[in-house]
């Protein structure tokens, strides 16, 4: 299976320290648990991983061409709790988390603000 990238976006975005440490850690456990689920269960020959900032946080999709997964019934079987856990990573941290079905494949997006949601701070990009 091959991986792509893309991380589109000002070049003052690249620090990762842009990103609060919690929202960080939230954004890439999000995407760690997305791309175990695609190992595991999509039978895919590529993902694509897109990271989009932009003012306001910072929007994550990782797409596959693999044999998809129902959105109408997202809720985790026994003993499987990723696709829960990654919903309420993204909205702990203020944002959202959806998953579309395509014609091939499906795409976990996720959106988490640059706030902290603890603190309420914001990173300001340099």
Known sequence: ????????????????????????????RVAKE???????????????????????????????????????NLRSARGHRGLVTMRERAEIAGGWCRIDRGPIGTTLAFWMPRRDPVTGSARQPS
């Open 1 to 28: 299976m091959g991986l792509s990238t893309d991380g589109g976006g000002p070049a003052s975005y690249d620090d990762p320290a842009w990103l609060p440490a919690v929202v960080r850690a939230q954004a890439v």
């Open 34 to 72: 997305a791309l175990i689920n695609v190992r595991k269960h999509a039978r895919a020959t590529s993902v694509t991983v897109t990271v989009r900032p932009d003012a306001d946080g910072v929007q994550v999709a990782v797409t596959d061409d693999g044999v998809g997964v129902d959105p109408s």
